[in-house]
């Protein structure tokens, strides 16, 4: 036995020791390096001998997020120091497929969502996989849209909202986002089984960090936690708004929806289907209706299950609704991580930083979408479809190739927006006829006088950058004549590259047309007043379609001058004509274009005369919206419009000149591609080694019939033409 | 005195306290919260109690940085997971000011500096000031730049470079970079004596993360190091590029000097001035001249005194020169922070992942840099010059009152980024005249024949945006008759706004105009082939600026044919007058704008004769450069020239009309601003109010003489005038 004195002595040391091992057990999870610099995945070893590093408690974890109790909105920062405060969550693995869902209907949320996706892909350092809810309209425009994009290492799955339509439309709703608001709903039923978490956003959120960091939250969910949600950043669900204000149940403030974790296998597994249906059920006994969509029942069935919801940091979904306690929350730049413009009134929010986050969105609005196109380093991924047989052939082109410039923009795909705005094509009429052109910026004051003078349908192909189609789409909010029409659909198509490649443009332009027949046109070319009316009748009346192939010819005359009378008539064309105030189409540069229509003879015609083909003919003409398509070789100017009139001649189509049709150019200075180019002798070399090619093709595909055109492909190029 | 065993025990129990200790000496450090994500101030309380822990040692921090030894490419993640690794140093205190020095001479380097800045706040948190070394020409741009910018919490110095040429021009330099590329090594003894640390960056730099991170690895430096920088990413140290390639001194494969952190402080105790210029001397004496230009000298300094350098992780300057390594250092995009262009072919480069860097550089290139224009939360800063009267001058408009764009317009401090391109003002000539005039992107077409008939000076404003100056640019180089002509100097004034800001336009244009004469013209005029000589001949002739104040008229005349064949002569002009082909200029729209030019005399004249002002006169005059400036509240379109014509007549110039001078208007599409505008009634409501206001100033300063312009304010103005 040992002496007392000694076992005391012993005792004291037993018990630092014991001090000191509660020591690192209190304090080791923070030992040893940050696994968030370190890019460590979780479960990987840390810096310290492991044995030492017991895990996390689950419960220490929470602590990283905004707590119910206290103050809610306080961001890390606002804990006091001498409190460990949150340890931020180890980033998702490397390469790890982060899952993002959102619902989206019609035009004008598909182009908001568009803006949220380009900030998340500019942070973003994941491949993502994006779960869009769509109606047809949605789905059109995000299918080609991203089809033509090509980000790598992004893939898009669509799901049908209109299949979804009848799982909530039992449910009154007030929301401004109607129906579609509520699917929000139904996500844990409809994504596939096997995707246990996803994120989910409404359209109005813009990203201003990784939303990798976003992801790593699920890290900090309890074991029975499923649904993660940012505190509601108004006093709405306090119900003290207004005398009799009645929201719907909610914890505290409630929590908003626009930024939602959501852990589908165990919403799946906790029956969701059953529980928010319930509750919805229950509440519409008392209310009359949701007024904030499916956020009035994520709240009431958080209410009555508390432990179904892991709080966020506010941070996470920073709510720019008129007063906000926002504020509170992004009282320092470095914390804001998602913009949340949930006020009805969007960008015009009353807020006194709302210059701030309004320069952020914009940022991301006119931002060229095509820098997105950037692989991740290091994260092995498929590439997009198509973009792997794109690479392949610009890497085979030959960059000492005079006409390189011309092979890289012919191989160039460009994104493509189609019905950038609200578009309501009018009832399908029989012989009804779709004008259809092409523009860039500097053709935009020509739309009104188009609306005018064509009250059909359009189908108008856009040359813009992102920057410039915001401009567009103001420019058409302030005009009362461009804002009316319903029937006009304008398709943007992104810049890229230096030529302009006005074949592709009409080609997706005439892609989208939806009517029997379309008017191929040019922008600076207003039609007679009657022409629509008088296109259809004529369709009618030759027999088109079924019982004959025929190009319809509209002759084309030309003015000098920007403000001059239309001819109401033929009758008063005729006499401008005579008066010099008018004259045919390219009289004085390149009469041979539109020799063949024979004026002379349309000038006493009475009924539609057919013409022959003959070299360089490029009519005005309404055909078939089946037509052959445009070659879209011809990139820049020159041989566009006459390649594509020698294909239809070649499929025999008959050419019929009909006798009241006229179209009227406006003048215009020349483009700046077209200046900068027709003085170049290396530009019309390439476009002669085009016009080769193109004849190679007619020869493989008429065979001897494609010999007819070889004196008018070998003709020298003249610079003249336009 | 204690019992033996009793002291034992107690010796056992001592020694257990001193491991305990020794255990928090040991990782202490690294016990409690992660600073970095807490936002915590160095030296603020700790999470931990304060007292138990003690600094960090320096030699641990020394770890976070690449080591020389082993592989010094390898970044953070590289490591063995066992090995601690670095720990991320905490952020610089909140609202920090940090310190940038930049050496820039030239047109070009100015521009590349915008691009770098840009990409520098848009992740900045903190507030900064730059220290920029500039010549002359540097200084000129980039004080009006950012005078213009007016970016909150930015502080600019500028140094005179050429001051310090004499102590670097003694060292024979073969680097592209010429003198300038010497500069850096000065700087410890050219910035304020009271300034201890600064970030020193080339111009060919771009930010992919905030600077604050970078500023805080000064934390990691030990006690007597004083220079920060990341290790060389090419072999050109090595020595083995070539047979006798011979490079200078480095360690190891060296340092890259395109970023650099730099203590200041320490280097001017440590005796910088005498150590690097010792050092420079002796290598000198066997080698013929810097290849690298400063970096040669910093590299021998330290292989010499090797305790002064701290190394940066690689990810602080990944440097895109062909063969470079870089690849080993960014292996992941979450590695990168910084990319260095330091190739001589810069975008050009020939690597794998150029698309990557070259996205993220035409990002910044192409940024809006308004949007950049945003304060940071939280940090008092105070406003840049002139901001804070413009922000209440902004809060004082009634957002309800029709013609708020008008005033917000007229408001609207636009960012000027005066000679964009190369500049050099041929040498001054007696009675010189300069070509002033203002375009967008819609009318660039025009200048190459603009040059072809002003073979003198011009000073040209363009209204474009930040991607536009891009395509700008491209335009110029791409055209030899533009890219010849160094004599024309192009200043960008950054879109902003929906009114086209015509008259600020002209004044920027007329500011920069170096000629004691200027010819005040518009875009879509070409002057006569002699004009130039002309004028200058006439200014000498009448006498003009001492003896005789006089705005000289050159006749305007119009074509309405894009192609014509430009008049030699008045004798041919005349001719084609009577032919019809010319008119004189808005015969058919607005005559009364050049009636008082009384073209019938014009016709006879062999001598200038004087001419009275009427209203609505708005010749094109050629004028003293300290004529009055234009009047900046007529924005958009009208009133704009009428106005500054009425100013001359106010300040009693004579209108001396030339017998030979003419200048022709070809002809072109109205712009979208003029056609968007003119049909709107509240436009010209607005424009009337613009008018009586010019016009109580007018009484203000020229009493009753002004009266006799009241009829010409009040009449309603006409649709059809541009």
């Not at 380093?377 to 000492?400: K, M």
Request: aromatic letters at 10%; a neutral charge.
């Amino acid at each position: 036995m040992l002496p007392r004195g000694r076992s005391r002595a012993l005792g004291a040391a037993a018990l630092l020791l014991l001090l000191l091992l509660l020591g690192f057990l209190l304090f080791g999870g923070d030992l040893g390096c940050e696994r968030h610099e370190l890019g460590g995945r979780a479960g990987a070893p840390g810096c310290f001998p492991s044995q030492l590093v017991p895990r996390v408690p689950p419960d220490w974890r929470l602590r990283g997020a905004a707590a119910l109790d206290g103050d809610p909105l306080a961001g890390p920062r606002d804990r006091n120091p001498s409190d460990c405060g949150p340890r931020p969550p180890p980033p998702p693995p490397k390469c790890e497929l982060l899952h993002v869902a959102i619902v989206c209907a019609g035009h004008n949320s598909s182009r908001d969502v568009i803006t949220l996706v380009k900030s998340m892909l500019f942070y973003r350092k994941n491949p993502l996989h994006l779960h869009l809810v769509t109606d047809a309209v949605a789905r059109n425009i995000l299918e080609m849209l991203f089809r033509t994009w090509m980000v790598p290492a992004v893939r898009v799955s669509f799901y049908d909202a209109d299949e979804l339509k009848s799982q909530v439309s039992w449910i009154p709703n007030k929301h401004y986002s109607g129906l579609y608001g509520l699917m929000k709903l139904v996500l844990p039923g409809t994504l596939p089984a096997e995707l246990a978490r996803v994120i989910v956003l409404d359209t109005d959120i813009t990203f201003a960090s990784d939303i990798a960091e976003l992801w790593a939250l699920f890290t900090h969910f309890s074991d029975t936690q499923a649904i993660g949600l940012v505190e509601n950043q108004s006093d709405w669900y306090l119900g003290n708004l207004w005398k009799n204000h009645r929201p719907w149940p909610a914890l505290g403030r409630g929590f908003n929806t626009g930024v939602i974790l959501l852990r589908l296998d165990r919403l799946r597994q906790a029956g969701w289907e059953q529980m928010w249906r319930l509750m919805a059920r229950r509440e519409l006994l008392t209310l009359p209706a949701t007024s904030l969509a499916d956020q009035d029942i994520f709240n009431a069935v958080i209410k009555e299950h508390p432990g179904l919801v892991h709080p966020l940091p506010c941070v996470w979904n920073v709510q720019l609704s008129d007063h906000t306690l926002a504020e509170r929350c992004y009282s320092e730049a470095s914390d804001l991580k998602v913009i949340h413009w949930n006020s009805p009134k969007k960008l015009r929010v009353k807020n006194k930083h709302v210059e701030f986050f309004r320069n952020f969105y914009l940022t991301f609005l006119e931002y060229d979408g095509n820098l997105l196109r950037r692989g991740l380093f290091g994260c092995p991924s498929q590439p997009a479809s198509g973009a792997e047989q794109l690479q392949q052939a610009l890497e085979q082109l030959d960059e000492e190739d005079p006409c390189f410039e011309f092979r890289q923009q012919q191989l160039t795909v460009h994104r493509v927006h189609v019905t950038f705005l609200p578009h309501e094509p009018s009832p399908s009429r029989p012989h009804d006829v779709t004008l259809v052109a092409q523009l860039s910026m500097d053709r935009l004051q020509m739309l009104e006088a188009l609306c005018r003078h064509w009250p059909g349908p359009m189908s108008l192909a856009l040359y813009l950058t992102d920057a410039e189609a915001q401009q567009f789409l103001r420019f058409i909010e302030a005009s009362p004549v461009l804002a009316a029409r319903q029937d006009v659909a304008y398709h943007v198509v992104y810049r890229e590259g230096p030529l302009y490649p006005v074949n592709q443009l009409r080609n997706v332009a005439l892609a989208q047309a939806l009517t029997p027949y379309v008017f191929l046109s040019d922008i600076d070319f207003l039609p007679a007043y009657s022409l629509y009316d008088y296109l259809r009748a004529s369709i009618e009346q030759l027999g088109l379609g079924s019982r004959r192939k025929a190009a319809l010819v509209v002759p084309a005359f030309e003015t000098l001058h920007y403000r001059f009378s239309f001819p109401r008539s033929k009758v008063e064309l005729l006499a401008l004509l005579d008066a010099g105030a008018l004259y045919t189409f390219r009289y004085h540069e390149w009469p041979r274009g539109h020799a063949p229509t024979d004026y002379a003879r349309w000038r006493e015609a009475q009924a539609p005369y057919g013409v022959q083909w003959v070299a360089d003919y490029e009519p005005y003409v309404v055909v078939p919206r089946d037509c052959p398509r445009y070659d879209p070789r011809f990139v820049g100017f020159g041989w566009n419009k006459v390649a594509h009139i020698v294909e239809l001649d070649a499929q025999e189509y008959e050419f019929l000149v009909l006798p009241e049709a006229f179209t009227i150019h406006l003048p215009h200075a020349p483009s700046l591609d077209i200046s900068h180019f027709r003085s170049s002798p290396t530009y019309r070399g390439c476009l002669q080694a085009l016009k080769d090619e193109f004849h190679q093709d007619l020869s493989r595909h008429y065979g001897a019939a494609a010999l007819k055109y070889l004196p008018a492909l070998q003709q020298p190029w003249s610079p003249a033409r336009g």
